[in-house]
């Protein structure tokens, strides 16, 4: 069986449960406490030299870090229910946006939140070496979740679903994003109507809660 090592609170494993349960996949899910630093003792960078989550072990024992190498994995592993796309356009655009959200969006929540929370002075990087914050990062950070908001809702202006007309990766990777945004206090603005009533469909999936 499979099995996810991830934390119920983090963002990132958050995106691979979504992933799991949207292909209706059964695993082994194994709890990893970031807040006690688990994910940095011996055992576990024996396991995943990464010191990250998620992490998913596969039938054969070996270890696939990173969210786009899960969902490489099990979408070629487990077809049903794809989630990268099913024609070459599709495919191209679930990249392309997810690519988007991530660099736009993930990377900049990720900056405002790190660089800035006191518990993390010396993590402002996940992973197994310490770097100090930056609060300068903080700050930009924060106004490049605006702008990716008005992305996001521009697109969702056009589109039922972040790359297209179904439901993907994208999509996970959008509403993990937007959520995590509240972590730093910006909500869904007013006025990205399009954006928020997509959100309001994510929140009604099944794998919302996963």
Do not use: C
């Given at each position: ?193 399009a954006l928020a009533h997509w959100h309001e469909r994510m929140q009604q999936r099944e794998s919302y809660t996963a």
């Amino acid at each position: 069986m499979l099995k996810l090592y991830s934390n119920k609170t983090a963002p990132s494993p958050r995106r691979a449960r979504m992933l799991l349960s949207e292909k209706g996949l059964e695993f082994e899910l194994i709890e990893v406490d970031l807040a006690g630093g688990e994910q940095l003792t011996p055992t576990y960078l024996a396991k995943v030299p990464a010191g990250l989550v998620p992490a998913l072990e596969v039938e054969s024992g070996e270890i696939i870090t990173e969210n786009l190498g899960i969902a490489a994995y099990l979408e070629a592993a487990f077809p049903d229910r794809p989630m990268l796309g099913s024609t070459a356009l599709e495919k191209g655009r679930v990249a392309q946006w997810n690519a988007r959200v991530e660099y736009l969006g993930l990377l900049s929540v990720q900056d405002a939140f790190r660089n800035k929370v006191s518990g993390l002075a010396d993590r402002a990087l996940p992973g197994p070496t310490n770097y100090a914050q930056i609060p300068a990062l903080a700050q930009r950070g924060l106004e490049r979740i605006n702008e990716f908001m008005d992305t996001l809702n521009e697109r969702l202006k056009q589109s039922l679903y972040v790359a297209g007309d179904f439901y993907s990766l994208a999509d996970i990777t959008a509403t993990v994003v937007v959520d995590f945004a509240g972590w730093v206090r910006v909500p869904i603005p007013a006025t990205a109507t399009a954006l928020a009533h997509w959100h309001e469909r994510m929140q009604q999936r099944e794998s919302y809660t996963a």
